[in-house]
């Protein structure tokens, strides 16, 4: 009987992840249907060819990871910027999350090897403070969630074209949760460039529910939505 192997997808709600539209550039996939995720070097990736490309590495007995993505006018040169990955900060041994929607990581060889549980933030890499499971921090100083410092810091802009309202330049896609940005062209409608929907940038209302009371240049009844503190997360079926 032959193996079945799961198909390698990365998780739409991580948001250590920093997701993009463009193709995979160690293997040129270009199929939309599969994320892809921006590397520490700029070089975006789909899951299998990042899986496929660290085994390999593995198999040689290589534990330091540099990107094989092609670089340069003619292609020839390889990127060979070394990809970091996450260590526990009470061993420093490699790590993986179970529970993609939990911060707080306990260290299977903090316990082994040790004795005794270490619980430390994904987050912020410090060791666990306050209650858990959490999404969005601990309780230690200073742990943020980048995505949701950027829609606080971010500027507000104004849109021409529908009455010169103003609104955050950008915001995290109702849906997905991915962070998008308006040009300030056009209409106020805006289509997420990971899950492909169709969004109202004022109102934060999916283009169809937006459009029961408003039009495409118009304002919202209920007004400019506050600027978001917390990032969506995508419920897919």
């Known amino acids: 009987m032959t ?3 799961e198909e390698k997808r990365y998780d739409p709600k991580d948001t250590s992840l920093k997701f993009v539209a463009r193709k995979d550039e160690i293997t040129l996939d270009d199929d ?3 994320l892809r995720a921006e590397m520490s070097c700029g070089h975006a990736v789909t899951p299998e060819s990042l ?6 590495l593995l198999d040689q007995g290589q534990y330091k990871f540099p990107c094989p993505a092609l670089t340069g006018d003619d292609a020839r040169q390889k990127c060979n910027k070394e990809w970091p990955y996450v260590e526990c900060p009470g061993c420093q041994s490699f790590v993986e999350r ?11 060889v903090c316990k082994a090897e040790k004795g005794r549980s270490f619980q430390f933030c994904w987050q912020c890499m410090r060791p666990w403070k306050g209650e858990a499971p959490r999404s969005d921090r601990c309780d230690n100083p200073g742990c943020t969630n980048p995505d949701i410092e950027k829609l606080a810091k971010c500027r507000d802009i104004t849109l021409p074209s529908v009455a010169n309202v103003k609104c955050p330049s950008m915001r995290a896609c109702p849906t997905c949760g991915n962070l998008v ?5 056009g209409c106020k409608n805006i289509i997420c460039n990971r899950c492909r929907v169709e969004f109202c940038f004022i109102c934060l209302k999916v283009t169809k ?4 009371s408003a039009r495409h240049f118009t304002i919202c009844p209920g007004g400019v ?3 978001q503190t917390s990032i ?4 897919r079926n």
């Open 32 to 34: 939309p249907s599969v």
């Open 232 to 235: 969506p997360k995508w419920q």
């Open 181 to 185: 940005e308006h040009n300030t062209t």
């Open 51 to 56: 899986t496929g490309w660290c085994r390999s």
């Open 225 to 227: 939505a506050p600027r």
């Open 3 to 5: 193996e079945q192997l």
């Open 98 to 108: 179970a529970n993609l929607t939990n911060l707080c990581v306990l260290c299977t």
């Open 209 to 212: 529910e937006c459009l029961k």
